[in-house]
Every structure is written in structure tokens, then in C-alpha cells.
């Protein structure tokens, strides 16, 4: 079965860093794109960050371009998310996700994507 499971949330205060892990498994994960969404209480989940299969583009939403930078260890399969200049307004339930069909641009801006992680809580304490 696929999984795809996210870790390194938690509270940092405003101006901080973090960076969120997402392992993978269950399919060939070198063939997926991957993204990082949010989703705050009350509000749309928001796409973030994307790459592509090759790990050779990345898309960021201008909400976080600057300050976000997604990688993939295609050999470990693992996905992150460094998140450095941290403020209040990024505090979410932080999502990995995969898709086989979409390139990075599409991700950041997908409504559905092949698979789901189910998230890794972030916290911004001002």
C-alpha cells in the first residue's frame, strides 16, 4: 500500500525554522511529482511548493517563495520542506502529496492529487 508519511511539525516562534520530512513508500517514487500544502483552520488547503519526478524544477506559491524550499533524497525517498522566516500566518496542518500525472506548476496549483499524507501539524507562536 502506498504511504506517504510526514514528520518534523511542531511550535517555533516567529522568525524561526523548521523542516518537515515526508517518507514514502509503496510505489516508485521516483516517477511522482510531490508538493507540500497547508491547510489552516477555517481556510482552503493552499499548495506551497512542488517538484518535479527528477527532482530538476520546483514551483513555489508567492506566499511562501523566499522563505520555502522543497527537496527530494530520491535514493532515501524522502521529501522536504525547509521553512525558514517563520510567521504567525504559516501556522497549518503541513500535507505531503504525489501525483504521476502532474508537473511541479500543476501540483502547486492541484485541487486533487494521487496520494495523501495525513499531515504534520505547524505552529507559530508570535
Known amino acids: 500500500a502506498v504511504r506517504l508519511v510526514e514528520s518534523g511539525g511542531g511550535s517555533v516562534q516567529v522568525g524561526g525554522s523548521l523542516r518537515l520530512s515526508c517518507a514514502a513508500s509503496?510505489?516508485?517514487?521516483?516517477?511522482?511529482?510531490m508538493g507540500w500544502f497547508r491547510q489552516a483552520p477555517g481556510k482552503d488547503r493552499e499548495g506551497l511548493a512542488a517538484?518535479?519526478?527528477?527532482?530538476?524544477?520546483?514551483t513555489y506559491a508567492d506566499s511562501v517563495k523566499g522563505r520555502f524550499t522543497i527537496s527530494k533524497d530520491n535514493a532515501k525517498n524522502i521529501l522536504y520542506l525547509q521553512m525558514d522566516s517563520l510567521k504567525p500566518e504559516d501556522t497549518a496542518m503541513y500535507y505531503c502529496?504525489?501525483?504521476?500525472?502532474?508537473?511541479?506548476?500543476?501540483?502547486?496549483?492541484?485541487?486533487?492529487?494521487?496520494?495523501w499524507g495525513k499531515g504534520t501539524l505547524v505552529t507559530i507562536a508570535s
Open positions: 502529496a504525489a501525483d504521476l500525472g502532474q508537473n511541479s506548476e500543476e501540483v502547486v496549483r492541484a485541487i486533487s492529487m494521487d496520494y
Open positions: 509503496g510505489y516508485t517514487y521516483g516517477s511522482y511529482s
Open positions: 517538484i518535479d519526478s527528477d527532482g530538476t524544477t520546483t
